[in-house]
């Protein structure tokens, strides 16, 4: 059983819950739901934490974040194990994403951290300059499509500017940040400056609520963004939300065709499409559209399928399958769910799959659906192709693929997205600004981006007097 892990103990209160694995669909583990009572001790113990985490000086708390990343490789394999047990990812992926990433977040953001100066402004006879001082305690609310990945990429920044924090890992994901919880008693880390509790959206909702909570971080869906929105809007807190999206890939004609093809496959069916950056909506200059279409079908059907989180999720990307056939669409390839003839078959998995013909008013074109499936659809000029990228509600990222120069510049600063690929997808610089546009988010993490967001800057000024010469 999984237990909440507050001010350094092991807390186990509150009912529990069954997480199943994707892959089978059996019952992997039961872990304890958050009530108010484990929330407020959660977010209490953050509080009595806090000021002295906030005192010791940044190069300190640079160092406990190398521990931290030297604990997370000292428990790798039981990192990656919990990780594909809770998600059913490649263990490939698990090994080479998302596991050492989480190091490399905690290595990234003691470096920033610690080699950022402070502002000073200087006027004849008058020095202002700033500090900047942590927001508090910081809820992080996180999903489960990337969960180890998505945490430290939160929890390094908030830590290392000087916040305690409560984490809630996403229901269906709690193993990988029940071990981090070991990691940080094994490092010795101080009491309550990492608290995890677990539990569905309501322990979420309770945490977001609470008047001990300075800030959120979240990443989700735009539909919870919404709900800590409001949750939060009496309390005026600081928001960073990373959203939904439905990502845009433009093709044109004068692209490395085998190159454009390798890569739309990445990024269209990595993680079984549940990666926020996943592209859904390709659009592909006319010339080549037929013979793009033929070929990333064929790809398609190569693809070993990776399952749906869980039951639910599956559902909804099946329903989306229906939805396509129902609006009219031409399915190019996929639409159903795999036959294995084991014990994957009571499994969450969907084939991967490639649809076109609908229109760019279909709801199947315009709502997020998370899963292993695009819809391609041809465009003739290059006015066109940035009109149909930026023609959704959303706005998180987009990727194009052309050999022209002129054009990838000139294309890619129009697009209406937080982040946009050229000939690659998925590539990140840490240090880089991260988040996106309309319903995809509010804010930037990702370097001094996530510092900003993580402190607040006081500004002092001081007049200088002059001695009379
Ligand atoms: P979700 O919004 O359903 O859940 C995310 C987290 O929020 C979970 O921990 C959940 O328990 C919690 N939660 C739910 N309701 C809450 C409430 N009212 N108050 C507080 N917490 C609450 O998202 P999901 O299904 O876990 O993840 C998939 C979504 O995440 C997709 O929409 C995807 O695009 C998005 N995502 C975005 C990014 C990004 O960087 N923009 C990255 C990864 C995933």
Not at 284 to 295: D, L, Y
Request: proline share 6%; net charge negative.
């Amino acid at each position: 059983m999984l237990t909440h892990f507050i001010g350094g103990l092991r807390v186990a209160a509150g009912p529990p819950f069954p997480v199943h694995d994707p892959v089978t669909g059996e019952v992997l583990r039961q872990v304890h739901e958050a009530d108010p009572e484990v929330v407020d001790r959660a977010v209490r113990a953050a509080r009595e934490a806090a000021r002295d985490w906030a005192a010791l000086p940044v190069a300190e708390r640079a160092g406990w974040m190398r521990r931290l990343a030297d604990g997370i490789e000292a428990r790798f394999d039981d990192l990656v194990a919990a990780e594909i047990a809770d998600t059913g990812k490649p263990l490939e992926q698990t090994r080479t994403l998302d596991i050492p990433r989480g190091a490399q977040n905690f290595r990234a953001f003691a470096e920033i951290a610690a080699q950022r100066p402070d502002d000073a402004f200087h006027l004849p006879g008058v020095l202002s300059y700033t500090v900047r001082r942590p927001l508090g305690v910081v809820a992080v609310i996180v999903p489960w499509n990337l969960p180890f990945l998505l945490m430290t990429w939160k929890l390094a920044p908030a830590l290392v500017a000087g916040n305690t924090v409560v984490v809630k890992p996403s229901e269906n994901t709690p193993g990988s940040a029940a071990l981090f919880a070991e990691i940080c008693a094994e490092v010795g880390l101080p009491d309550g400056v990492v608290n995890v509790v677990f539990g569905h959206g309501p322990s979420g909702r309770l945490l977001v609520e609470h008047p001990g909570v300075d800030g959120v971080t979240f990443t989700g869906s735009t539909a919870t963004g919404r709900a800590i929105m409001k949750s939060v809007s009496d309390r005026v807190k600081p928001v960073s939300f990373e959203l939904g999206g439905k990502n845009a890939g433009l093709v044109f004609a004068d692209c490395d065709l085998d190159r454009a093809v390798d890569g739309t496959v990445k990024s269209v069916f990595t993680n079984g499409g549940q990666v926020c950056l996943c592209t859904e909506r390709l659009y592909v200059e006319r010339p080549i559209f037929e013979e793009f279409c033929a070929r990333l079908a064929a790809r398609a059907q190569e693809v070993t399928p990776q399952p749906m989180i869980s039951a639910e999720h599956r559902e909804k990307v099946l329903s989306y399958y229906d939805l396509a056939r129902s609006e009219g669409a031409k399915v190019l390839t996929g639409g159903g769910v795999p036959s294995f003839g084991d014990s994957r078959d009571s499994g969450y998995f969907v084939e991967p799959t490639v649809v076109t013909g609908l229109s760019e008013w279909s709801r199947f074109n315009r709502e997020e659906i998370f899963g292993p499936v695009c819809h391609v659809a041809p465009f003739d000029t290059e006015a066109e192709a940035v009109d149909l990228a930026n023609g959704s509600d959303y706005g998180l990222a987009a990727t194009l693929w052309t050999t022209n120069l002129d054009r990838a510049h000139r294309v890619a600063q129009r697009l209406e997205a937080g982040l946009v690929w050229v000939n690659t997808w998925y590539l990140r610089d840490l240090r880089t600004p991260f988040g996106g546009v309309k319903l995809s988010g509010i804010g930037r993490e990702g370097g001094t981006q996530s510092l900003d967001f993580y402190s607040e800057p006081t500004t002092i000024t001081i007049k200088l007097e002059q001695p009379d010469a």
